[in-house]
Structures are given as structure tokens and as C-alpha cells.
């Protein structure tokens, strides 16, 4: 699992979490998440992939 974040509000998708708040579940890879996710935080949009940066373990 990989953690994803956000360029522009410094939030942090974690894999192993999902965000709930959006009905993702815990354990959904980044690109399982629909494009019409944002960010929770920024509203920055998930399809865009210069928002969002892979965290290396
Ligand atoms: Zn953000």
C-alpha cells in the first residue's frame, strides 16, 4: 500500500484508509479511485496527476 499527496494542501491519501468521507473504502489503490475524486482537503482533482505525488515507502 502506498500513501499519495496532495501537491497543492499537503494532504495525504493513505491506501490502508481510504477516506470514508468519500465512500472510499480501506485497501483502494490510488488509481482504483474514480476521477471524479478531490481532494478532501483542496478539492484538487484526483484525474489531474500533476496534484498528486507517490510517497515512497
Ligand atoms: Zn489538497
Do not use: H, Q, R
Not at 18 to 32: A, H, L, M, R, W
Request: proline residues 7%; contains cysteine.
Amino acid at each position: 500500500m502506498s500513501k499519495w499527496l496532495c501537491n497543492i494542501c499537503g494532504f495525504v491519501y493513505d491506501e490502508e484508509l481510504g477516506d470514508s468521507d468519500s465512500g472510499i473504502k480501506p485497501g483502494t489503490k490510488f488509481e482504483d479511485i474514480p476521477d471524479t475524486w478531490e481532494c478532501p482537503e483542496c478539492g484538487a482533482n484526483k484525474k489531474n496527476p500533476s496534484n498528486w505525488i507517490k510517497l515512497e515507502d
